[in-house]
């Protein structure tokens, strides 16, 4: 089967009905081989810029990370990477930045950490302006964002960095650009923000795995409630489907970037509501195509239906797998 996805690795992803679906790459460490693999991607979805910061045994300067963002920058040139500022906390930890605390996944986590520590933060900000001088195909994420003061003091730092490094490039050959800024909805408290947001950012990307996590109050990574950490569970399916008409109404640019979207069950689900942007680890990007390449949006939203009105997550399989072996 999995000759059959590597096949029409160089297609490209458009269903049977003509939608043409975005996937493009999460990916942190190890990028050449992410790009080698995968022919047909619109791009980097997601970089996790703390898996780099976590191989090493002190904060990188500003001039490693500038080298560092600058290669992927350039790698995937000209389709569009999205950098996540530095996500630490909860199950990230830095052996050289000691966070102890009782209930880690609610404390000091992602974007708290770096705007208590505005030196680390604009650091990281410059460092990517800079590499993404004279390519133009950067754009920022924060991660972890809960309240608007988050977003408003973040946009802060980052129009102080880039003032601060138009006045260090004056004399520069290339300009610097003001890259794009969006935030990732994986708080719950996020989708209920969205109006507000909406006219701050320039788009957003729904991180599921923390989504659910806190939807459902299961620890992501506690082994004695795996089986109770479901995205296929109506709640967290009914808030996906929430931020996509939330989205669409304020014409706010939306996409996904947690592991459900690289299940092909739940790229069915995504791409019902509206979703055209899905962003996935590089060996799940063949099979969703394959199976998107294979059904029609209006088919999935059939199925939609049935699933957003489902008690349970075991419901929702089961009418997914009906579907999926009546559309064979
Ligand atoms: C997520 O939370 O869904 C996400 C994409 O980010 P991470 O898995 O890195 O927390
Ligand atoms: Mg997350």
Known sequence: LHDRFEAEH????????????????????????????AKYCDGVGLYRTESWFMQRGQFPSQAEQEQCYRDVLSRYHPEPVVMRTLDIGGD??????????????????????????PELFLDQLKAMIKANAGLGNLQIMLPMVSHTEEVDDALLLLEQAYFELQEEWADQFYQIDKPEVGVMLEVPSSLFLLPEWADKVDFCS??????????????????????????????????????????????????????????????????????????????????????????????????LDKCLSASNAIQVHRFIREFLISHN
């Not at 269903?15 to 493009?24: A, F, K």
């Not at 000691?98 to 208590?116: Q, S």
């Not at 990007?285 to 209006?298: A, I, P, T």
């Open 10 to 37: 160089d297609l490209p992803p458009i269903t049977l009905d003509g939608e043409r679906v975005s996937l493009l790459l999460n990916a942190g460490l190890d990028l050449s081989a992410e790009h080698m693999s």
């Open 206 to 303: 729904v991180g599921s795995n923390d989504l659910t996590q806190y939807l459902l109050a299961v620890d992501r990574a506690n082994a004695r409630v795996a089986e109770l950490f479901e995205p296929y569970h109506p709640s967290v399916l009914r808030a996906l489907y929430k931020i996509a008409r939330d989205c669409q109404s304020l014409e706010l640019p939306f996409s996904l970037c947690g592991e459900l979207g690289g299940e092909y069950e739940g790229a069915i689900l995504l791409v019902a509501m509206g979703y055209r942007r899905l962003s996935m680890n590089i060996s799940a990007l063949n099979k969703v195509k394959w199976v998107l390449r294979r059904l029609k949006v209006e088919d999935m939203e059939e199925l």
């Open 92 to 117: 990230k930890v830095l052996d050289y930045f000691d966070i102890e605390e009782e209930n880690p996944f609610l404390g000091w986590r992602g974007i708290r950490v770096t705007l208590d520590h």
